[in-house]
């Protein structure tokens, strides 16, 4: 029998709330005695009166209509759109209270999942800049502008079918337009108005998902933070040369910062800013970014880690849980375009890369010759078969699987090639947690964990765990 406090949580009730905690998902964490309802836009220590928007067996779901009385981590966010675009949820929390939020996430899916009770998350490292860290940002063309609260009283705002920006959270369709992103500099920001006038009134339209008609498709800026290297790629859905050269000719003069301007094509229906291939319309089809004491070439399609300064950090960490003293085979698995293996080479004597996408072990390859590095080898291949090609037990392996994990063929062969250390590198605790439980029900234990923070005012986090035999 349903309880009197769980019968005032129903579908459309607005009732009064008081946070407890962060979900890993970014939503505050409400209890009427002990039923849980998460909370979207609240925080920490926020009584607010919610609306139930969703209401389940074992948990509901609601939003926070008006902050009754706000927790004191609150502070102004920096943005005018914050609130729409969704990329910067906790812009309105204190840094360091979205660290110790980061923190308790962590432990919750360690403790919950993983079954970890005994193990102490620490403090994650947080990033050195808050504001302006990231070295890219996609932003995309659109011919349905979402409109904030104060431009839907502006009629020409209202029928503009032009809108280049950020994707609106759950609306693919919609493009908020953005003038100003905190997340990247100054000239970044100049950038994109500057391109974002010169398309308007280029007489071509922007792209619509609607029918897959129109040419603006995104625009990609890509500003290395240790070099002055600045990579443009327009994305169009065609080649059109009368109209690209006025405008390499007008960008390139008013920025000659500009070292690499490319025209992508994509004639993809996917919303993604990846292209079919690329005209270079001036400069270098590369930039170059630096991690420590090597450089990395970032071509217009590769990934690379989006700020700079906490990647280093991150692989810092990896290398001092490595505790490499130099005689080390080290496995760097999936290795993306190597940053991990080549920052840690010159600490072992070998390292071998795998990774499942060719153009990243293309990218690794040519970035141990232009760092001249002779212990490195990447190899293509899906890690489920690749990795039992390698017969030679690693001192050392070091893992960084995407957000879904490893999968448990992986782990079971890492099993039997029983490396005395293992290094776990994930943007995603949970899957993490699930893959510790099950190295650690066989011949391992957690020996340190440390997260750190790549991406400050959202709810992710990195986190790298050491694990040695048991
Ligand atoms: C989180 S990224 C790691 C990138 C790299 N370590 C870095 O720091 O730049 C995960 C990588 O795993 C690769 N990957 C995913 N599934 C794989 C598989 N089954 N075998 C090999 N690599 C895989 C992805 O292509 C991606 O490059």
Partial sequence: MESTQEMTVQKGAEIELSVDSVSFGGQGIARVNDFVVF??????????????????????????????????????????????????????????????????????????????????????????????????????????????????????????????????????????????????????????????????????????VKDHSG?????????SKRTSDLMINLITS??????????????????????????????????????????????????????????????????????????????????EFAELKGHELVYDLYCGTGSIGIFISKFAQKVIGIELIEASVEN?????????ISNCEFLLGDLRKTIRQLHQTPDVVIVDPPRSGMHEDVIDTLLELAPPVIVYVSCNPSTQARDLALLCQAHYRIDKVQPVDMFPHTYHIENVVRLVQS
Avoid at 215 to 223: D, P, T
Avoid at 267 to 279: G, H
């Fill in 238 to 319: 065609e080649e059109r040369p009368e109209v690209m050269t006025p405008f390499r000719d007008q960008i390139i003069s008013k920025f000659p910062q500009i070292t690499s301007l490319i025209n992508g094509i994509s004639s993809k229906k996917a919303q993604v800013a990846f292209s079919d291939y690329e005209v270079l319309l001036h400069g270098s089809p590369f930039i170059i970014e630096k991690l420590g004491d090597f450089e990395f070439e970032i071509s217009s399609n590769a990934f690379f880690q989006t700020n700079t300064l906490a990647a280093e950090t991150l692989y810092q960490i990896a290398l």
């Fill in 39 to 208: 909370v979207n836009g609240a925080i920490t220590g926020d009584h607010v009166l919610a609306k139930i928007i969703k209401k389940k067996k074992s948990f509901a779901e609601a939003v926070a209509i008006n902050i009754i009385k706000p927790s004191i981590d609150r502070t102004n966010p920096e943005c005018e759109l914050f609130g729409t675009c969704g990329g910067c949820r906790w812009q309105d929390v204190v840094y360091g209270a979205q660290l110790e939020f980061k923190r308790q996430n962590v432990q919750e899916v360690f403790e919950r999942i993983g079954g970890f009770t005994d193990i102490q998350i620490p403090k994650p490292i947080g990033s050195k800049e808050i504001y302006r860290y990231r070295n890219k940002m996609e932003f995309t063309f659109g011919d349905r502008p979402w409109l904030t609260a104060n431009a839907l009283f502006d009629a020409d705002r209202r029928s503009d079918p032009f809108a280049l920006g950020l994707h609106v959270p759950q609306r693919f369709d919609k493009v908020l337009p953005v003038r100003h992103c905190h997340l990247q500099s100054t000239l970044a920001n100049d950038i994109l108005n500057f391109v974002g006038d010169f398309t308007r009134h280029s007489g071509l339209p922007p792209y619509s």
């Fill in 215 to 223: 040419f603006w498709r995104f625009l990609v800026i890509r500003e």
């Fill in 364 to 372: 690794a390859r040519k970035n141990v010759k232009h760092n001249r």
